[in-house]
């Protein structure tokens, strides 16, 4: 029962532009807030976008603000990671990741969500 699946990593120039999309399936069909998220080797997880269902609250990254856009496509069952002008700094396995309940109120944090994808990497040189 594969509920969150991203693709759209790539390998890309600094500068370039690229769109990170998240299938959401099954039980995951019911969050009220998503997020992406990104983990460099070596660093902590980190919060990239989080959009709230409830509110239409969008929050960001204070590296990606700015650059990065969060959207989502509910009549194609599909989150989306816009992120121009990618920079080295940006490197790192992608994550989607869905939550529903009091704990969406967390916001751009991990212990908002409770189901996450694999991850898609995506590569800056």
């Known amino acids: 029962d594969v509920q969150l699946v991203e693709s759209g990593g790539d390998s890309v120039q600094a500068g370039r532009s690229l769109r990170l999309s998240c299938a959401v399936s099954?039980?995951?069909?019911?969050?009220?807030?998503m997020g992406w998220f990104r983990q460099a080797p070596g660093k902590e997880r980190e919060g990239v976008a989080y959009f709230y269902e409830n509110t239409g609250s969008i929050l960001y990254g204070d590296s990606v603000r700015g650059r990065f856009t969060i959207s989502k496509d509910n009549a194609k069952l599909t989150l989306y990671l816009q992120m121009n002008t990618l920079s080295a700094d940006d490197t790192g396995m992608y994550y989607c990741?869905?939550?529903?309940?009091?704990?969406?109120?967390?916001?751009?944090?991990?212990?908002?969500?409770?189901?996450w994808g694999q991850g898609t990497q995506v590569t800056v040189s």
């Open positions: 990741a869905a939550g529903s309940g009091p704990a969406c109120e967390l916001g751009l944090d991990s212990r908002a969500f409770g189901i």
């Open positions: 099954g039980y995951a069909l019911s969050a009220n807030c």
